[in-house]
């Protein structure tokens, strides 16, 4: 997959899913604007690789669930770069378990704005600034499809809403700019590290025909391949990357 000439931006860039996302672009050879929350050490030092690789990226701090801090991190893509030719958001987070009944409605709202509306804000920013050809990666999830585990009901209407908007936004955009998504199952991060037992991640494993987790380099081999022209034809899309633990 060649990417040389492409300028792409990768919200939640400093570590895990986004942050293989960036290094896998910039191995391409596209430009790279990397936002990150609070994962600084990771962001920063993917740019350092990168720069002393010969490849160009800029990383910058802020809240894609606000409107103001989204917005300058595009202009700052648009400013460094010329043209944003890649939008893969991939901000987002299950928060706390929590069932319905132990839900407030401003835990729904945030894990909404978390997962849902920062890939809307991200890529409203960006549209103005995408040429013909450019491309658009979602991350929504497993729980999508199958709802989520235990107390994930929030963040899987979340992980909903991102797939639903991904087939609008298809429509919507075409045949100028492609928009997929991909859903996750068992990757190996920080989010399982926090809010899945081990024991449930080895039963959950070892009940894939392919007997692992999966990694960030999975997830981001085929958002990149999404990315690229040789994608060409897909588009509204909502691609399983789950080890065959559901079938689509």
Not at 12 to 25: H, N, P
Not at 172 to 196: C, S
Request: glycine content about 12%; hydrophobic content about 45%; overall charge neutral.
């Amino acid at each position: 997959m060649q990417l040389k000439g492409k300028v792409a931006i990768v919200s939640g860039g400093g570590r895990d899913i986004g942050r293989a996302c960036v290094m896998r672009l910039a191995e391409a050879g596209a430009k790279v604007g990397i936002n990150y929350h609070s994962s600084s050490e990771g962001a920063e030092s993917a740019v350092e690789e990168i720069r002393a690789a010969g490849g160009a990226a800029f990383a910058m701090q802020g809240d894609m669930t606000n409107e103001a801090d989204v917005q300058a991190f595009v202009d700052r893509a648009v400013s460094e770069f010329g043209k944003i030719d890649i939008v893969i958001p991939v901000t987002g987070g299950l928060v706390s378990r929590k069932t319905v009944g132990e839900m407030t409605l401003d835990f729904w709202r945030r894990v909404m704005d978390l997962n849902a509306t920062s890939a809307f804000l991200l890529v409203k920013a960006a549209l103005p600034h995408i040429p013909e050809g450019g491309a658009i990666v979602n991350m929504a999830s497993q729980a999508a499809r199958d709802g989520g585990g235990p107390g994930a009901v929030a963040y899987a209407a979340s992980k909903g809403a991102v797939a639903t908007m991904t087939r609008g936004l298809a429509k919507e955009l075409g045949p100028r700019i492609r928009v997929n998504a991909i859903n996750p199952g068992m990757i190996d991060t920080d989010f399982h590290n926090t809010f899945t037992k081990p024991e449930v991640r080895k039963r959950v494993a070892e009940s894939t025909p392919l007997k692992r987790e999966g990694t960030s380099e999975d997830v981001a081999n085929l958002a990149v391949y999404l990315a690229s022209d040789e994608a060409g034809f897909i588009t509204g899309a909502c691609i399983d990357i789950n080890g065959g633990m559901l079938f689509s």
